[in-house]
């Protein structure tokens, strides 16, 4: 145990749970520290592939797996043995891994996440179903965020991201653990503002999407990302966020991101969209999660319930849930009244 490096005060053993391309890249990003890592993949056929290939083909090719990264679908055992989890499933899927992982009994673990979006029918962010389901304690979890696609990760390319956690302790601690001198991690108290950043991004990325596969040019795309900003602010600051932590890498940063970036699958959707394709084709097709698409109508129906407006997120989700037309929505973006750019 001697040098033993230690989170919370326990020998390290990760947890990641998720063997999609983020659940991979944060496993792979931890192993190459040397720390023990288990990662968990539900599916047993992708499983028993990953192990055999040490390599996740169908979600991360390329990013051939360090020795310390062992690879399970056995929930049960690999809780027993791990100190923390770290979360990297899509957010629809949270409230079951976690009612899953309260049933087996086993102590409660501290918890990352590194999910992005706003559960649909509770409308819940993922802190308030890891609370009602498996952590009673909120200074055990923390937020990992911010502009930082998976591929590139495993790459080594040089990235920032933030930790956010109602914990001092606990998001210094996640900081040490996942900082390398390519992978730059900040800490922030706001845990709320942090996951709304990382849910409303994917929604404008869609918008900021369709209008680039609609041709509507460059002056359009600038318009969307800025106006999406002031409303994924909005929003924020009307469920108790603070303002700032819009402004930050988990906000403007990974809105950049997602909203220009080619690899992203938000904005994959949205251009394909925007070029008039039919929404089931395109997620047939992508086979990973877009999370701005539920997050769309998460964010649409908590809008309603505060009295905020977001104009953007409306238009996507009358795109999207509404069958409402690409002209339509367009006029009703353009068609509001006129007002101080200020204005709340
Ligand atoms: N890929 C990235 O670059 C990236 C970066 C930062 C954050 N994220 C976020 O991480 C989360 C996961 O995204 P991803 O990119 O890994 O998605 P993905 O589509 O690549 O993979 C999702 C994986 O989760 C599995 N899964 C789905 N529902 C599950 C459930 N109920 N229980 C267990 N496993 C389940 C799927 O089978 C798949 O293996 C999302 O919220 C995403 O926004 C992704
Ligand atoms: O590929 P996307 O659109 O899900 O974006 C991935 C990450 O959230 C970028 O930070």
């Known amino acids: 145990m001697g040098n033993e490096p230690l989170f919370l005060g326990k020998p390290v053993r990760p947890l990641v749970l998720g063997g999609g391309s983020w659940g991979t890249a944060l496993a792979f990003h931890l192993a ?3 720390l023990p890592v288990t990662l968990w993949v539900r599916d047993e056929t992708l499983c028993a592939m990953i192990s055999s290939d040490r390599e996740n083909r169908v979600y991360l090719p390329g990013a051939i797996f360090p020795k310390s990264l062992d690879v399970t679908s056995n929930i049960e055992k690999s809780l027993s043995e791990a100190s923390f989890i770290v979360l990297a499933i899509p957010c629809q899927g949270v409230r079951e891994t976690m009612k899953t992982l309260s049933s087996l009994g ?8 590194g999910t992005k979006g706003i559960e649909q029918k509770s409308l819940r962010m993922v802190s308030e179903i890891v609370s009602e389901c498996y952590l009673s304690d909120p200074d055990q ?8 696609f998976a591929k590139e990760v495993v790459r080594n390319s040089p990235t920032a991201v933030v930790v956010a956690s109602r914990s001092q302790v606990m998001a210094k601690e996640t900081q040490s653990l996942f900082n390398t001198n390519y992978f730059k ?9 942090l996951e709304i950043c990382g849910a409303l991004k994917n929604v404008i990325a869609l918008a900021a999407g369709i209008s680039d596969g609609m041709g509507l040019g460059a002056n359009s795309r600038a318009a969307l990302l800025t106006r999406g900003l002031a409303e994924m602010t909005r ?19 990974d809105l950049y991101l997602t909203a220009t970036g080619e690899q992203s699958r938000n904005r994959t959707v949205g251009v394909r969209l925007g070029r008039g394709e039919k929404l089931e084709d395109i ?3 992508l086979g990973q999660v877009a999370e701005g698409v539920t997050t769309a109508q998460s ?16 238009a996507v ?3 999207l849930y509404e069958e409402a037309s690409l002209v339509e929505v367009l006029r009703d973006v353009m068609d509001r009244p006129m007002k101080d750019e200020e204005e709340f």
Request: no cysteine; glycine share 16%; charged share 15%.
């Open 32 to 34: 190459s520290k040397g």
């Open 106 to 113: 086993a102590p409660r673990l501290p918890i990352v996440s």
């Open 141 to 148: 979890y923390a937020v990992l965020s911010g502009p930082s």
């Open 185 to 193: 991690v900040y800490t922030r108290a706001d845990v709320k503002g």
């Open 235 to 253: 929003l924020g600051v009307a469920l108790g966020a603070n303002a700032t932590t819009f402004s930050g890498l988990g906000g403007v940063g």
């Open 283 to 285: 997620l047939r097709d």
């Open 299 to 314: 964010a649409h129906m908590l809008a309603l319930g505060h009295g905020v407006d977001l104009p953007v997120t409306r």
């Open 317 to 319: 989700y009358r795109l």
